[in-house]
Structures are given as C-alpha cells and as structure tokens.
C-alpha cells in the first residue's frame, strides 16, 4: 500500500519525530511506513489522517489488484 506521509509530512514542515510523537510510535515506525515497508494498522492509519487534517484514504493510497 502506497502513501503519502512523506510528502504531506514535509508540506506540514513536520520531522519524523514530530509525527511520531504526535502519533505514538517510534520514528523508526514512521521510516518504515514512508519506504512502504509497513503497512500501518487502521487505528494508526486514523492518528495519521487526524495529525494531517485529513481523511485515512487521503493518505494511504489502496490500490485493488
């Protein structure tokens, strides 16, 4: 699943830290989910949407196979 952490992480001037602490995971969790090598569980999904000020499928990309 792909998203858009970075970008919107970076419009936001916000570190990785600083969503991580927003969000309560490690910033290591935040790396993994931007390189796409997590995908977040849908109550993180909500704490990121929420930081962010928008909807879960604003910024996680669900692409159906």
């Known amino acids: ?3 858009r952490i970075k970008e919107l992480r970076r419009q936001k001037s916000a570190t990785q ?3 991580a602490g ?5 910033r290591q ?4 989910l931007e390189n796409g ?3 977040a569980s849908l109550q ?3 704490k990121i949407a ?3 000020g928008l909807r879960i499928e604003d910024v ?6």
Request: a negative charge; hydrophobic letters at 45%; proline letters at 0%.
């Open 1 to 3: 699943m792909k998203n």
């Open 50 to 52: 929420v930081y962010f």
């Open 44 to 46: 993180l999904a909500h």
């Open 22 to 26: 927003a969000v309560g995971v490690t």
């Open 29 to 32: 969790t935040i790396i993994s």
């Open 37 to 39: 090598r997590y995908n």
């Open 60 to 65: 996680f990309l669900f692409e159906e196979d």
């Open 17 to 19: 830290d600083d969503l």
